[in-house]
């Protein structure tokens, strides 16, 4: 008994020891995410990992008062009733709930982050609204991660101990003098909470956003690490909107860049099927062909068919996803249109008009479909694949038969690339024909009866990147033998990268470094160059190929063309990554922030920023031209060609 009273304290003292409390708390969270993704932040010095704790602070301070607010005010309220036992009660587990779903969130991203390279957003919602199976998702992940869960658990009850330390005291005698002092209190407490949830108190402070986390941080690609997950959820909960900018005239910017291509050759068009093969995860990592120097010319890869297909392929040696998810993907690639800042078919943008390849070669009379093995609706890839003019839909509902499904995410990839050649077969030409994989993914599993066929490798992901290697293998066997697979222009590509294992590719580039193929079996279609190509350059390329012999809109550049002012962006958490030639220059939006010589310095990363000011004022031009027309086009909805 005496124990307790001495634990008793001011509503006052007991409300700003739980505040302290929770900050130490989500710093432990924050030191949980660094060990959980050393490989990718390793080159923190520990001065800098310092620096980078104490800015996150002020980011926790942001996320724990708007998830707090409701027990602040309920505590801070001056009336008496608020001292009742069952008042408290009801307190204490709208504290203990609530800041529960903010460490779960937290420990969500100890595992997914190295997937996405960020944190978790409010777009994670209507990414998987349309999955039909989220519940056997969530349990495939916490079985994954067992372990994180059980430290959750353990987390959770030490949460709830340093809640119960400090006991609340008896209310006092209520008389006009208190009532005063403890409205006062209140006033105090609402003001100290808005300076907080602005992330400062001058009147010229903008309310706090995740690209103040740069601050913080030396590289763009740390960010992470000085925000926590309920803040970057909270504060994209609401879509943001594109700004304009005008850094120049528009005859200098269509001059510098320019996203509406028009004819250059005057040869007839070539009425080839074109067929896009889009592989899940399949990171340049993974493929030997692409990689013949690395480990003293020894690696291998997991990919033996597609190393045999580099050889009769068109491809560069510096070729890179726009994005890190498959539901940036599909915009880029059949579109031309990468996402910045968040996943383009998610933005408040998502309803402009826009074109596609698919529609494009649909006006000149090819049947259009898309295959993915998934439950249809998943991802939403039905709903974008419609708005990009693809007629035919072909999914598990399609398919008809259960036996061949995963369990997970749909139907194995050998079985249905089968059956996608089978049914492309029935097609009149000339066609355009997607496919979307769906095997390489976590939980990263093979078929019963292939288990032990294939290396497993450093990687969870190798074994069924061989399974789908496999697969694609098979495909090729069985369209080969089809009457029109000599005239078909096969397109192989990766929707995003993945966890890396190779310090090779534990840098920015190798984060968004995927196989992109070009395979023409009845024609000379062959070569490798070191120009750089993304995956929005994908449809310019193909439409080039095949002397399309009209204007259209694609921000992507012809990966065959001789002109060298291309160049390659791609954009996670608001920052961008801008390639050009044999320099990457990341930017935080505002201002630039690292400069990289990725020929002579591939591993180390040695920042040049500022050290050679003519390559990257050049550099700088042209971000700010692409950002200038991204942004125009988005707001004003210019993403197709004016007739």
Same mark, same amino acid.
């Given at each position: ?185 209140? =006033? ?86 074109? =067929? ?368």
């Amino acid at each position: 008994m005496d124990q307790t009273r001495k634990r008793e304290q001011s509503i006052y003292i007991v409300l700003a020891y739980r505040f302290l409390v929770l900050l130490v708390l989500y710093t432990l969270c924050r030191l949980g995410f660094y060990l959980s993704n050393l490989s990718l932040f390793n080159h923190i010095s520990f001065s800098e990992l310092l620096y980078i704790f104490l800015g996150g602070i002020k980011f926790d301070i942001v996320a724990l008062l708007y998830l707090n607010l409701l027990f602040i005010v309920l505590q801070a309220i001056p009336f008496p009733f608020r001292y009742r036992i069952g008042y408290q009660k009801f307190c204490k587990w709208l504290f203990i709930i609530t800041n529960s779903l903010g460490f779960l969130a937290n420990f969500v991203d100890f595992a997914y982050y190295k997937y996405t390279l960020k944190r978790t957003t409010a777009s994670v919602f209507s990414q998987f609204s349309n999955e039909q199976n989220k519940f056997k998702l969530a349990v495939d992940f916490l079985i994954d991660f067992w372990f994180l869960l059980i430290l959750l658990m353990a987390f959770i009850w030490l949460f709830i101990k340093l809640f119960q330390l400090v006991h609340l005291q008896k209310a006092p005698k209520f008389t006009w003098k208190v009532y005063l002092a403890h409205t006062l209190a209140l =006033v105090l407490i609402a003001g100290l909470a808005v300076i907080g949830m602005r992330g400062g108190w001058r009147h010229s402070t903008r309310p706090i956003t995740m690209s103040n986390a740069g601050d913080f941080v030396a590289s763009p690609g740390d960010m992470s690490l000085v925000l926590n997950t309920p803040f970057t959820i909270m504060k994209t909960l609401k879509s943001s909107n594109l700004k304009p900018v005008n850094y120049f005239n528009q005859q200098t910017l269509d001059s510098l860049y320019n996203p509406i291509h028009q004819p250059e050759n005057k040869a007839p068009f070539k009425k080839l099927n074109v =067929v896009f093969l889009i592989i899940e995860s399949l990171g340049k990592e993974h493929i030997g062909g692409l990689n013949k120097d690395l480990l003293n010319g020894t690696y291998k890869g997991y990919t033996p068919f597609i190393d045999s297909l580099v050889a009769q392929s068109f491809t560069s040696s510096h070729t890179y996803a726009n994005g890190r998810k498959s539901i940036d993907a599909l915009p880029s690639i059949i579109s031309g249109i990468p996402s910045i800042r968040e996943p383009f078919v998610l933005s408040t943008y998502s309803g402009n008009k826009t074109t596609s390849i698919a529609k494009l070669l649909g006006d000149e009379g090819y049947e259009t479909a898309f295959f993915h093995g998934a439950p249809n609706g998943s991802m939403g890839f039905s709903a974008y694949t419609n708005l990009a003019g693809i007629k035919n839909y072909y999914g598990k509902s399609e398919y008809n038969n259960d036996a061949d499904f995963d369990g997970i995410w749909g139907i194995w990839d050998e079985p249905f690339m089968q059956y996608m050649a089978k049914t492309i077969n029935t097609f009149k030409q000339p066609f355009f024909s997607a496919f979307f994989s769906v095997s390489s993914h976590h939980p990263f599993k093979v078929p019963e009866k292939y288990i032990g066929k294939f290396p497993k490798g450093s990687l969870p992901i190798q074994e069924p990147v061989g399974y789908t290697d496999m697969a694609i293998k098979k495909f090729f066997a069985t369209a080969a033998k089809m009457p029109w697979y000599k005239n078909t222009l096969f397109v192989l590509v990766a929707d995003h990268a993945t966890v890396s294992y190779l310090p090779e590719y534990q840098t920015t580039p190798g984060y968004f470094s995927i196989p992109i193929l070009f395979y023409y079996p009845g024609g000379d279609l062959k070569g490798k160059t070191d120009k750089l190509i993304q995956q929005t350059d994908i449809m310019p390329t193909v439409l080039n190929y095949l002397n399309y012999n009209k204007p259209y809109f694609a921000f992507g550049f012809d990966a065959l063309s001789n002109k060298n002012n291309n160049f390659v962006v791609n954009n996670n958490d608001g920052s961008f990554s801008f390639y050009q030639g044999d320099y990457l220059l990341q930017n935080n939006g505002l201002k630039s922030t690292a400069l990289f010589n990725l020929k002579t310095d591939r591993l180390t990363q040695k920042n040049l920023i500022d050290k050679e000011p003519v390559i990257q004022a050049n550099m700088e031009k042209y971000l700010k031209a692409f950002i200038q027309q991204y942004n125009t086009r988005m707001i004003k909805n210019q993403l197709t060609v004016s007739k």
